[in-house]
């Protein structure tokens, strides 16, 4: 799932999701540095299926 798909099924923005992941603050998925400036993320969509409440 892409980060833009999980912001919109929360009504949140992209830029939130990323900053959960980046701290640890959001259980569904993960973030990795893999430059100064550039994240890759990951979100599993069972866990946020389950975070989201079945959604």
């Known amino acids: 799932m892409k980060v833009v798909?999980?912001?919109a099924k929360l009504n949140k923005s992209p830029e939130y999701i990323r900053m959960g992941l980046q701290t640890g603050r959001l259980p569904f998925g993960?973030?990795?540095k893999v430059?100064?400036?550039?994240w890759s993320y990951h979100?599993?969509?069972k866990l946020f299926r389950e975070y989201a409440?079945?959604?």
Request: a negative charge; glycine letters at 12%; zero cysteines.
């Open 5 to 7: 798909e999980a912001a």
């Open 43 to 45: 979100i599993s969509e």
């Open 30 to 32: 993960t973030a990795v």
């Open 35 to 38: 430059s100064p400036h550039r």
């Open 53 to 55: 409440g079945g959604d």
